[in-house]
């Protein structure tokens, strides 16, 4: 069973959790989501800092990372997960290129 991290804008939460699900039960993965704060509290920039550290952590556990880049969108931050995944190795799958 492939474990995938996935990562992308926090404006795709909805779509990402869908997502998640489709991979879960289609292709039989384990997925490690990345949707955080659903009640948009305002966040301390050492809260910030230790949810980019435990993302970063997911994507070391993980064998690959899928990149949910819907309208063509993908952030600084998503840009440096998949630099980080890339430089650990990981295998980047973009939605745009793959079936759900």
């Keep these: ?3 995938v991290t996935i ?3 926090m404006r795709f939460a909805e779509e990402m959790k869908k997502i998640a699900l489709s991979l879960e039960i289609k292709h039989n993965w384990n997925v490690l989501q990345c949707v955080y704060n659903a009640e948009n ?3 301390t920039q050492n809260q910030i800092k230790a949810l980019e550290k435990a993302h970063l ?3 070391d556990l993980s064998d690959a990372i899928y990149v ?5 969108y993908i952030g600084s ?3 440096k997960e998949m630099e980080y995944a890339e430089r650990s190795g990981k295998e980047i799958i973009l939605n ?5």
């Design 1 to 3: 069973m492939k474990t």
């Design 7 to 9: 990562c992308g804008s």
């Design 41 to 43: 509290r305002e966040l």
């Design 57 to 59: 952590r997911k994507i």
């Design 68 to 72: 949910v880049d819907l309208d063509g």
């Design 77 to 79: 931050s998503v840009r």
């Design 96 to 100: 745009s290129a793959f079936s759900l």
